[in-house]
């Protein structure tokens, strides 16, 4: 919403931000009016107070008649000051203090405080941090927190500097059982293929030039003639 200057209090133009849902309750009202009719019908200034607490008792008696049914919940409505034109304290509900409350609610849902002073239309935001600061959600063990991963690093860094030698040791087991596995595929791999090769050269060579591939003998197995009594050993041996 545009508000002129004429009806601001610092007489300059500002923007009021709202709600999609009001903006579009109000644009569905306005379709019903003549174009020159008033938005609403409203009282004189000096009865815009009791509108509002007029107001306020009647949502007051919605809110406790939907706990008819619950006596505890009930009790516990009526004790409360809830939607009430005074609190315990004796502050009084008034216009102003429904801004206060728009402050605040921004406030407390972790609005940065430029959006609030913005949303307020405060001349500096000093005036925004004097009025609201006490209510910004504490940030502050979140925020320096952050200063460690934004000058360190990834987490996976961090680990590697040693900042955490439980997940140092961790991640070194899984990286040395990694090459475990890797080696491991690696030296099957490589025994297949120089089988293949043994095998591709046997049968390629010529017959009476094929090598017989080494066996391992059992215990007391013959694995050759005995050549001691053969003509071409050195007598006999």
């Not at 919940?73 to 000051?81: H, K, L």
């Not at 297949?192 to 059992?218: F, H, Q, S, W, Y």
């Amino acid at each position: 919403m545009q508000g002129k200057a004429g009806s601001t209090k610092n007489r300059k133009d500002a923007r009021q931000y709202i709600q999609s849902e009001l903006a579009a309750d109000l644009k569905a009202h306005i379709v019903t009016k003549a174009p020159k009719a008033r938005v609403f019908a409203m009282p004189g200034r000096t009865r815009l107070a009791a509108m509002l607490r007029k107001d306020l008792a009647e949502a007051r008696h919605k809110w406790l008649q939907e706990a008819i049914d619950d006596p505890q919940q009930c009790a516990q409505r009526e004790q409360s000051d809830f939607l009430a034109a005074a609190n315990h304290e004796g502050e009084i509900t008034d216009f102003h203090s429904l801004r206060h409350t728009c402050g605040s609610w921004l406030a407390m849902t972790g609005a940065h405080p430029k959006v609030v002073q913005t949303v307020m239309r405060h001349g500096t935001i000093t005036l925004t941090m004097d009025t609201y600061g006490h209510l910004f959600p504490g940030q502050e063990a979140d925020s320096v927190g952050q200063m460690r991963a934004m000058l360190v690093g990834a987490p996976e860094e961090l680990r590697a500097a040693g900042t955490d030698n439980a997940a140092v040791e961790d991640g070194q087991n899984q990286r040395s059982a990694r090459r475990s596995v890797q080696n491991a595929k690696w030296c099957v791999q490589d025994a297949k293929r120089c089988d293949k090769e043994t095998v591709g050269r046997d049968n390629d060579a010529p017959e009476n030039d094929r090598r017989k591939r080494l066996r391992i003998a059992k215990l007391g197995e013959q694995v050759r003639d005995d050549a001691s009594g053969d003509e071409s050993s050195r007598e006999g041996t």
